[in-house]
């Protein structure tokens, strides 16, 4: 290239508006752009970080020979260079972009602005993790007076011509320029010119509308922006792509970007590239069309090829739900050719990549170019399914297939759907598309941010849109389920449903759904903000009111035993899966259960054992809480001690229960827990009615209650402190324990008791407990004259436990981290208290996640590994678990895993959801 070109682009480049950067410290030569076309790329399919995925896609393609148009792309680097340095650009980029240009240029035999044989582009955005939507593409680049008419002239199509230019005007108008929408209620200025002038051409559809009707959107699109920004629109076409590029860059840090990365854990600091790519258009005429598909169906993950498409017209209508378009199938009829090209594009796409696969084609003139593909998005119903199929049809192995199955669809498949009898009763209002499958009831919304309002007040709330935008993601995020009354498999709701596994039903167009009236109407039923409505997205319907739930379909053949397995596809794969996830897997999965029914669903759900058994939750039970109450009332040790007595055969005959239903697995026992005064009532009538109940004064209660009051509950009078202050406690609680363990013992069933006492600090504190627990043991053994196989161990959950854990382990035989107090406690933050800061906590980044859903790892992880440490000095056999509620989370299930914990125990519905994380936990280390 001449110099002279050279110092032309660059002065074209910082007209724009993009000065380059003069960073000397930059290593030379940089590559900054990879090009792609004619069966060869610069880059690859692993690429994603530096190509982001979308690009990575299209060189990837470009290499297996499917047909992608040429272009080329502009790394992440630069984008990171970019927001560094004060949105300069490398001071090599401009040549290296003129180049890739040409290259271009050469492949299509086309030139870029030329007023004869002129080149379009689209510049799109592509992060290394797809983030659909969320950011900005341009279309028809190039684009001006001048190169219009040449367009028209090429093409013998005046109307394709004009119809490109407004969109190109449009998107250029908006994305770069700013001519945005003002507030929410309003259309966008742009299309509001559109309405007007199709109301006064009498045109039903933006396909009626003629060439000259486009030319005036032209003109007045160009007055739009003049009025707005007074600014013109740029006809210089480098000006318009620096402008293109720097928005695209610019869109990384756009709000809904950031929300949605915030919500799906993609760091700040990864950006975006830029693709720039020759533009092929589906708006040529009846022999063109646009469409996207996916390679399996990503709802239910039933091997059909599965999409839509639209004749005549550009990429985004489809998803924008402007038109209704016509599923793939059909395209078989009105383009069969391109169709067939497409089902070997289909074959070729999942073979390659061995996933399923979410691609864009458009047909130009009857050829059909593919414009991206990645793995898609999917339920949680079809990420089983399809990794299950795909080792049944050998594109993938079984370890595959569990690395690949996120641990957390497995609650999917455990989610309640529409109890059928209900169903059958209830009104019917609306049929729409399943796009998200699972059954939610509740108040009916008509805006994002009334769904936010009524969720954070505790509702559960079913958002209903005539179509969702971006914009609508925080409700979506609150809302159980979603509605909307147009669009189709690809549109946003559908998108955003599938990935969040949300309840949606789509495009349910016998609705009539007024922002303004806040109603949604179908037929003579009008239901007002706040009435209840239901949907059934795995059937894809609507029903007025609430509807009764029932259980899963696996919940149905494990739990309730009332479905055949034989009977149910999804119990099956369930039921293979968790059997490939055993073999692989190395920590053990037990399940938090205080009564005997949850011990029977959490065997059913394959816990090998009960990692918690809070002793507490036995006391509220019915009439049970009184006799609680007379201890705690009670003044003198032998008062207390006779409530003690009636509790003693109520706490045996749960424990027994528990027993029999763990057939001799282990079963970890934790001695009372909470602060006293949670038992007690706290307003007056209710001591009132108390005293009455229980025939003692009233003032002895409210003195009582006075007595207990606590500055701060949480690190009060609770956990061990209440064995030591009051030791006939934990002496009952031993003696339930042990007399359960003899009863079950003669009926021949094995019994395996781990005795745990909680919020140990202190070697003192837990000796004192261990020296009762020992001493009813052997009572209870002479009474009875039985032999018992017990353990003692603690509950590690304050940080002097962890630091001093080697002492402890000199007579705790396990260890069980409760990471809710350990995390309260190491951070000094209390979870029910955190609300009011946390939120804007993770939105600063101070923390990566919520701490009391997956485990701090550099701070209550580094105090469990010391934990680990200290103790195995002393024991190098102690048994070491986990019991908070982080066992059910799969980072933290993983993380467990890696510091060579004996298992974690979390609550029943969550134990699939364990299995398969420590299963893919083994298998990272592996390799
Ligand atoms: P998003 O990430 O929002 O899907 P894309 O960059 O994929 O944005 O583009 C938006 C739409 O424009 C898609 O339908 C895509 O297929 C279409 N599109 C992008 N580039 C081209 C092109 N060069 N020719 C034709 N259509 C294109
Ligand atoms: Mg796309
Ligand atoms: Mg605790």
């Not at 700040?268 to 598909?293: E, I, K, L």
């Not at 001493?775 to 959950?797: C, D, H, P, S, W």
Request: glycine share 8%.
């Amino acid at each position: 290239m001449s110099k002279l070109i050279k110092k032309k682009i660059a002065k074209k480049a910082s007209a724009a508006g993009c000065e380059t950067g003069t960073n000397s410290a930059l290593p030379k030569k940089i590559r900054y752009v990879y090009s792609f076309g004619d069966g060869k790329a610069d880059g690859n399919g692993s690429m994603k970080p530096l190509l982001g995925g979308k690009g990575a896609g299209l060189h990837e393609m470009t290499r297996i020979g499917l047909p992608v148009p040429p272009g080329f792309t502009i790394t992440t680097e630069v984008c990171t260079y970019f927001y560094d340095n004060k949105k300069q650009y490398p001071p090599e980029l401009a040549d290296q972009v003129a180049a890739a240009l040409a290259k271009v240029e050469k492949s299509v035999d086309k030139k870029f602005g030329d007023r004869t044989n002129p080149l379009l582009v689209s510049v799109r955005s592509g992060a290394r993790d797809s983030m659909p939507g969320m950011m900005d593409t341009i279309l028809n680049l190039g684009m001006n007076d001048e190169v219009v008419e040449a367009v028209a002239e090429k093409s013998h199509n005046q109307r394709f011509a004009w119809d490109s230019y407004r969109r190109f005007l449009q998107t250029y108008g908006d994305v770069v320029m700013g001519v945005h929408k003002r507030s929410e209620e309003e259309h966008g200025p742009f299309e509001d010119i559109i309405e007007e002038v199709k109301r006064s051409a009498k045109a039903q559809k933006d396909t009626d509308l003629s060439a000259d009707h486009l030319k005036t959107l032209v003109e007045r699109f160009k007055r739009l922006i003049r009025a707005r920004t007074g600014k013109d629109f740029p006809q210089d076409p480098q000006e318009q792509l620096w402008g293109a590029i720097g928005a695209v860059f610019g869109s990384w840090n756009n709000d809904r970007a950031i929300v949605y990365r915030r919500k799906y854990g993609i760091p700040h600091d990864w950006g975006t590239a830029v693709n720039v790519q020759t533009m092929v258009f589906g708006n040529r005429g009846d022999t063109s069309a646009t469409g996207v598909a996916f390679t399996r169906d990503p709802a239910t993950g039933e091997k059909v090829f599965y999409g839509e498409y639209l004749i005549n017209a550009q990429g985004e209508d489809v998803v924008a739900g402007v038109r209704t378009p016509h599923p793939v199938a059909q395209l078989a009829e009105e383009m069969p050719r391109a169709y067939r090209e497409l089902l070997d594009v289909r074959s070729k796409l999942e073979k390659h990549f061995r996933d399923m696969q979410d691609l864009e084609f458009t047909v130009e003139d009857n050829k059909l170019y593919i414009l991206q593909t990645r793995n898609g998005k999917r339920t949680g119903f079809a990420a089983v399914r399809i990794a299950m199929d795909m080792v049944a049809e050998k594109l993938i192995a079984k370890e595959e297939a569990i690395r690949r199955i996120p641990a957390d669809s497995l609650s999917h498949l455990l989610a309640p759907i529409f109890d059928r009898d209900s169903v059958r009763k209830a009104t019917k209002i609306a049929a729409g598309l399943a796009a998200g499958p699972g059954a939610a009831s509740g108040r009916v919304v008509f805006s994002a941010k009334d769904a936010v309002e009524l969720a954070q007040k505790g509702e559960r709330v079913i958002l209903a849109r005539i179509e969702t935008s971006p914009e609508d993601l925080r409700g979506m995020i609150a809302a159980q389920g979603i509605l909307t009354a147009r669009g189709g498999v690809s549109s946003h709701a559908a998108l955003v449903a599938r990935q969040m596994g949300k309840v949606c039903v789509c495009g349910a167009s016998a609705l009539q759904i007024d922002y303004v009236t806040q109603t949604l109407t179908a037929g003579k039923l009008t239901l007002r903000q706040g009435d209840y409505i239901s949907l059934d997205g795995t059937a894809g319907e609507v029903y007025a009111g609430e509807v009764k739930t029932a259980a899963s379909e696996v919940v149905q053949v494990l739990v309730e035993k009332r479905l055949d397995p034989k009977q149910s596809k999804v119990y099956q794969e369930f039921a293979s899966l968790m059997g490939w996830a055993d073999q692989v897997r190395r920590l053990e999965v037990r399940a938090n259960a205080d009564l005997p029914n949850q011990a029977a669903i959490a065997i059913a759900f394959g816990a090998k054992g009960i990692g918690l058994c809070r002793t507490e939750h036995m006391f509220f039970e019915g009439d049970r809480i009184d006799s609680m109450r007379e201890m705690i009332l009670a003044e003198t040790l032998d008062e207390r001690k006779a409530a003690l007595a009636k509790l003693l055969p109520l706490q045996r005959g749960d424990f027994v229960g528990i027993f029999r239903e763990m057939k001799g697995l282990p079963t970890t026992i934790r001695f009372l827990d909470p602060p006293l005064h949670e038992f007690l009532p706290n307003t007056e009538p209710q001591q009132r009615d108390l005293a009455k109940k229980l025939n003692v004064p009233f003032e002895r209660i409210a003195h009582r209650v006075e007595e207990l009051r606590e500055f701060n509950p949480m690190l009060g009078l609770r956990g061990c402190r209440l064995g030591i202050t009051y030791s006939e406690v934990t002496e009952m609680q031993a003696r339930a324990i042990f007399e359960a363990v003899a009863e079950v013992q003669k009926s021949g069933i094995k019994v395996h008791p781990e005795i745990m006492i909680p919020l140990v600090g202190f070697y003192k504190e837990m000796s004192l407990q261990f020296e009762i627990v020992h001493r009813v043991a052997k009572e209870v053994a002479t009474e009875q004259n039985a032999k018992f196989k017990y353990m003692v161990g603690i509950m590690l959950e304050i940080p002097r436990g962890a630091i001093v854990a080697d002492e402890l382990a000199k007579d705790a035989e396990f260890f069980s981290f409760g990471t809710n107090d350990l995390t309260q406690t190491t951070l000094g933050m209390s979870r029910d208290d955190s609300g009011g800061f946390l939120p804007q906590y993770q939105e600063l980044e101070i923390l990566p996640n919520n701490p009391f859903a997956t485990i701090d790892q550099q701070g209550v992880g580094k105090l469990m590994e010391i934990a680990r440490d200290q103790a195995r000095k002393t024991r190098p056999d102690i048994e070491l678990g986990i019991c908070g509620e982080h066992g059910g989370d799969p980072q933290s299930v993983k993380f467990c895993h890696r510091i060579g914990l004996d298992y974690v125990s979390c609550s029943p519905f969550r134990i699939p959801v364990a299995r398969l994380a420590a299963a893919q936990a083994a298998l990272e280390k592996a390799g």
